[in-house]
Each structure stands twice: as C-alpha cells, then as structure tokens.
C-alpha cells in the first residue's frame, strides 16, 4: 500500500511524503520548506524520485529546485503554472496521468486559486492531493480565476468518490470554521464538525486529511450548488452563490 507522511512546515503549509514501498519511489506533493522534505526523506529511509506540485505559489514550489539538486529528482507540474516554476522536467493538464510505481495518479484540472492550478487524484488508494484548491470547510482564494472557473473545478472534486481521502496544504480549518458557521449557521452536521475541529487543534492535533463525503456535508462552498445556500446567500446559479460567499469570506 502506498504510505503518506505528512508533517507540518513553514508557519501553517502541511508537507507531504508519498512513498511506494514496492517501487521504492517517493514523491514530494509540493515543496514548501526544501530542508524539512530532504530532513524528513532522510529519517523515513526514504530516496526522494518525483516532485509533483499543484501550482506556482512559492509556499507549494519554492523547495523544487533544492531538492532537485540533492536527488536528482524529476518535478512534473501543471502545465499552464510551469513557466513560474523552477525544475520542471514534465507539464501535465487536465486528464492526464502520472506513474509511481505502479500506482497512477490522475490530474484533475482545479484552476481558480491559480490559472494553473491541478489535483493529484489516486484512486485505487482513494486518496487527493488538492493543494490549495479546497480546504477542510473552505476553499482558496480567488488570486488569478473567475468564480465560474473556480465552481467548475470544485465540481469536479465533487465528482470524486465521496469516500475519497484528501490532503489540502495548509491548517486553515479551525478559520475557516468559523465562517462556514456564519455561512450555514442552521447545519448540524457542521456544527459537530466545528465541534471537533476545536477539539483536535485544542489538544494539537491536525485537521489534515478530511473526508470528501464530510465536506460534501458541510464546506458551504462545495454547497453552493444547494437550496439552502442560495437561499441564504442569493445567486442565480451556483457559480453567483459561490462568488457570493468566496467575496463574504474575503472581508470576514
């Protein structure tokens, strides 16, 4: 089976690990903070093959070429971000496939956040790698994309099988908990997940990796598409519902 070592880094970026024990292949899922991924390899017993980044921001690729150099790894990333990425040995674009092993992962266009953005989507392990895409409750900002653009790639990790383990970059969720109880203060299920939210981060515990089916549940903007949201925060469509509440959160 695939291992995943996540571990945190720079001020609140989580790093990932992504280990093949047959192959004996690992892949850096982004690269915030080069000394910590190379520290971490080192103690797994782990030889680092593959840099695989989701988009350009320099907290998700800035270790590229560090790493790169100590390794000799090869570095895919989106196609659309590679021009502002150091490294890049392979772009891909939605659809795509890239290999560990004998593992595959497949490329899921999630621009919004950046033009470029993608997900890493494993689904014979039934796990995502999304980057700064989506969040536990929350989403990222809108830096480069439109908010049509942006709905049409958070429907497509809708699309993922709801038991679908994903792995966003950052520890944002206690934050974003606070305003998805503004957003959709009526939702039980939510209010039990704020509720544990607290309760990990209180004893110091991660809230990374989250549950598709629970923010399928509960994140207000994956709910966009839902009667009760645009009820609440108007919009035509889901898309002017989503723009609705990614502009609320903006100034929350």
């Known amino acids: 089976m695939l291992q995943v070592h996540q571990f945190p880094c720079l001020s609140d970026n989580y ?3 992504l280990h093949d024990p047959e192959s004996g292949e690992t892949a850096c899922i ?5 000394e910590a991924y190379l520290r971490e390899a080192a103690a797994k017993g782990w030889r680092i093959t593959q840099i695989l980044n989701t988009h350009w921001h320099p907290d998700h690729a800035g270790g590229n070429r560090a ?3 100590a390794t000799g790894c090869t570095i895919t990333a989106p196609e659309v971000d590679a021009p502002k990425i150091a490294g890049v040995d392979r772009t891909v674009a939605d659809g795509d496939a890239v290999a560990l092993g004998e593992w595959t992962a497949q490329v899921i266009d999630v621009s919004g956040h950046t033009m470029g953005h993608i997900a890493y989507h494993l689904p014979e392990a039934g796990i995502a790698f999304v980057g700064d895409s989506l969040f536990a409750l929350g989403c990222g900002r809108m830096f480069e994309g439109s908010p049509p653009q942006f709905w049409s790639s958070l429907s497509r990790l809708k699309a993922l099988p709801p038991e679908t383990t994903l792995y966003c970059a950052h520890e944002y969720t206690q934050a974003n908990a606070r305003f998805a109880l503004h957003a959709d203060p009526e939702n039980a299920a939510l209010q039990d997940y704020a ?3 607290a309760r990990k981060r209180a004893a110091g515990e991660p ?3 989250m549950s598709l089916k629970r923010e399928l549940a509960t994140n207000p903007f994956l709910r966009a598409d839902t009667p009760e949201m645009r009820a609440r925060w108007g919009g035509s469509s889901p898309p002017e519902t989503f723009a609705a509440l990614r502009a609320a959160k903006d100034s929350f």
């Open 15 to 17: 790093g990932f690990l």
């Open 30 to 34: 982004d690269t915030p903070d080069a």
């Open 67 to 69: 790493i790169k150099a």
């Open 195 to 197: 509720a544990e939210i």
């Open 207 to 209: 809230t990374v990796p």
